[in-house]
């Protein structure tokens, strides 16, 4: 085996210039695209012209940017979640509120032009991006059909989103997704999560931006629980589940609390005191379902949370830079990545950093081989203590 280590971000992001788009839409909304356009406005600080830094909006379509900025880092293959605006959003779709019923098809156009627009986008690199078309929930149809799309298109995954406490929609821990998860058991089909959503709609106060930093860590892990104790995973056991850029440390004591209360409610007898009888229960601990189902997307991870990968198990982990964000890695990856694993041992270092996100995903280490003998750092240069820190604020140095 080479001793260099091929390495695959959990945690990139792309899209597709406005005027790019257009033509991926379907022509009955051509028209209403150009009204649209008329009125939208950046909402990204880093995708405009002005930014103080200067823009960076390239990386998030150019072939020739993207892949040399990355090669220099050591990366050379990804899982590519959306950044930019499609048509018809006010925002990024998983920054977005919810399709309305008003809004539903408009939304939905825009986002399947967005996933004609990532199959092209992945295409320039066969076997090197892995695209996350995205699916919303108001018509478990629509959604079929888009996991269908994803199947027959090469996609291994799509990305499904958080669901808001004060949702309209019916949470995970129903069975009203089933047919859905059925279906992507049945095409190998993951399912993937981003941070940073599903906090209810706070408005009118100047704390709201404080009380969504407390919060959305909690709005966005609660999928996994859900999805967990409403038996998603006993139905369909061999669905697989992602969570990306939600933190590592929270997991293992959240699977430790629900065995917890697992082991005592099947020891003690006490499932009756909670309204639930004993055929109600889940056969197998919560941990077994995470263990079978489930995988984290450790973006950036800090030297703190290494421990934290460990206790979990490394096989569960796939490392990500968070590309093209400024809270990501780049361009000091190599250094990132020996400021949290140096002293890590090999089999360790090639799970986590690219061999999980390559079973997970279905890519081919054989393929990427060559590229990380060109790009990828050697084991030997990533297992050396970090001596000095680079002039960089990003978290992943800045956090302990």
Same mark, same amino acid.
């Given at each position: 085996m080479? &001793?260099?280590v %091929? /390495?695959? *971000? !959990?945690? %990139?992001?792309?899209g597709g210039?406005i @005027?790019d788009y257009?033509?991926? #839409?379907? &022509?009955r909304?051509h028209d209403e695209?150009e009204e649209w356009k008329?009125r939208?406005t950046?909402?990204?600080?880093d995708l405009? +012209?002005s930014a103080p830094?200067g823009s960076?909006r390239d990386?998030?379509?150019?072939?020739?940017?993207?892949t040399? +900025?990355?090669?220099?880092?050591?990366i050379?293959?990804? /899982?590519?979640f959306?950044n930019t605006?499609?048509p018809?959003?006010?925002t990024?779709q998983f920054n977005a509120?919810?399709?309305?019923?008003k809004?539903f +098809?408009?939304r939905l156009?825009g986002l399947?032009?967005h996933a004609?627009? =990532?199959k092209?986008?992945?295409?320039e @690199?066969?076997g090197?991006?892995?695209g996350l078309?995205?699916i919303?929930l108001?018509?478990?149809d629509?959604a079929i %059909?888009?996991?269908?799309?994803?199947?027959e298109?090469?996609f291994?995954?799509?990305?499904?989103?958080?669901?808001?406490?004060d &949702?309209?929609l019916d949470?995970?821990f129903?069975?009203?997704?089933?047919?859905l998860?059925a279906?992507?058991?049945?095409?190998? /089909?993951?399912?993937?999560?981003h941070?940073?959503?599903?906090?209810p709609s706070y408005?009118?106060s100047?704390a709201?931006p404080?009380? #969504?930093?407390? +919060?959305?860590?909690f709005?966005a892990?609660k999928s996994m629980?859900h999805l967990?104790?409403?038996?998603?995973?006993?139905?369909?056991p061999?669905l697989k589940?992602v969570m990306?850029e939600?933190?590592v440390s929270?997991?293992?004591?959240?699977?430790?609390?629900m065995?917890?209360?697992?082991?005592q409610?099947t020891?003690t007898?006490?499932v009756g005191e909670l309204?639930m009888t004993?055929?109600q229960? =889940?056969?197998q601990?919560p !941990?077994?379902?995470?263990?079978?189902?489930?995988?984290i997307?450790a973006s950036? $991870?800090a030297? *703190?949370d290494a421990?934290a990968?460990?206790?979990?198990?490394?096989?569960?982990?796939?490392w990500? !830079?968070?590309?093209?964000?400024?809270e990501g %890695?780049?361009?000091h990856?190599?250094?990132? @990545?020996?400021n949290?694993?140096?002293?890590?041992n090999e089999p360790?270092?090639?799970?986590v950093l690219?061999?999980n996100?390559?079973?997970?995903?279905?890519?081919d #280490?054989?393929?990427?081989?060559?590229?990380a003998?060109?790009?990828?750092?050697?084991?030997?240069?990533?297992?050396?203590? @970090?001596t &000095?820190? $680079?002039?960089?604020?990003?978290?992943?140095?800045?956090?302990?």
């Amino acid at each position: 085996m080479s &001793s260099h280590v %091929t /390495i695959i *971000s !959990s945690d %990139t992001h792309a899209g597709g210039k406005i @005027l790019d788009y257009k033509p991926y #839409l379907e &022509s009955r909304w051509h028209d209403e695209f150009e009204e649209w356009k008329s009125r939208y406005t950046n909402p990204f600080r880093d995708l405009q +012209e002005s930014a103080p830094e200067g823009s960076s909006r390239d990386r998030n379509w150019d072939k020739n940017r993207r892949t040399t +900025e990355q090669y220099e880092d050591g990366i050379v293959a990804e /899982i590519v979640f959306p950044n930019t605006v499609p048509p018809f959003f006010p925002t990024a779709q998983f920054n977005a509120p919810q399709p309305t019923p008003k809004n539903f +098809e408009r939304r939905l156009a825009g986002l399947r032009a967005h996933a004609r627009w =990532l199959k092209d986008f992945c295409d320039e @690199l066969p076997g090197q991006r892995c695209g996350l078309p995205q699916i919303v929930l108001n018509d478990i149809d629509e959604a079929i %059909t888009d996991v269908r799309w994803a199947a027959e298109n090469g996609f291994t995954s799509v990305m499904i989103p958080h669901v808001p406490p004060d &949702s309209d929609l019916d949470h995970y821990f129903t069975q009203t997704y089933d047919p859905l998860w059925a279906e992507c058991q049945e095409l190998g /089909i993951v399912l993937t999560q981003h941070g940073g959503t599903g906090v209810p709609s706070y408005k009118g106060s100047p704390a709201t931006p404080f009380l #969504l930093l407390m +919060e959305v860590p909690f709005y966005a892990q609660k999928s996994m629980w859900h999805l967990i104790l409403g038996g998603v995973f006993e139905r369909f056991p061999k669905l697989k589940y992602v969570m990306t850029e939600q933190g590592v440390s929270w997991v293992k004591p959240t699977l430790d609390r629900m065995d917890t209360f697992w082991n005592q409610m099947t020891s003690t007898g006490r499932v009756g005191e909670l309204g639930m009888t004993a055929e109600q229960m =889940l056969p197998q601990k919560p !941990s077994d379902y995470f263990q079978q189902n489930c995988w984290i997307g450790a973006s950036f $991870p800090a030297p *703190s949370d290494a421990q934290a990968i460990r206790e979990l198990g490394v096989d569960r982990v796939m490392w990500g !830079s968070d590309y093209p964000h400024d809270e990501g %890695t780049y361009p000091h990856t190599k250094e990132a @990545l020996r400021n949290t694993f140096a002293g890590w041992n090999e089999p360790d270092l090639r799970s986590v950093l690219g061999h999980n996100a390559a079973h997970v995903y279905q890519m081919d #280490l054989d393929t990427l081989a060559p590229l990380a003998e060109q790009h990828g750092p050697t084991i030997e240069e990533l297992q050396q203590p @970090l001596t &000095s820190m $680079p002039d960089n604020a990003s978290p992943a140095f800045t956090r302990g």
